[in-house]
């Protein structure tokens, strides 16, 4: 099985929300009805920006941003138990 991958055209929303919950946040700042849509499991970024207007490389970086905001606690979790 490959890991998910936000550069990969062809991944679902829906498998995006699941890896990356953090990322729903966006959607819904948005005002994109993503979260919970019937049709997520099947629109991929460009698909779900096309509907809203929304240029596909500012959502992927607002997404890599929730993506990355969330991640970096743990991070300095894990450094501050190497000290």
């Known amino acids: 099985m490959r890991v998910p ?34 049709i997520g499991p099947f629109h991929t970024v460009d698909d779900a920006c096309a509907e809203y207007g929304i240029d596909p490389d500012v959502l992927l970086a607002e997404l890599r941003t929730a993506i990355m905001s969330a991640a970096a606690p743990a991070v300095q979790a894990g450094a501050a138990g190497l000290r």
Do not use: H
Request: aromatic letters at 6%; one cysteine or more.
């Open 5 to 38: 991958s936000l550069d990969d055209p062809d991944l679902p929303i829906a498998d995006i929300m699941r890896r990356w919950p953090e990322t729903m946040s966006v959607f819904i700042a948005r005002g994109m009805l993503c979260v919970g849509c019937m």
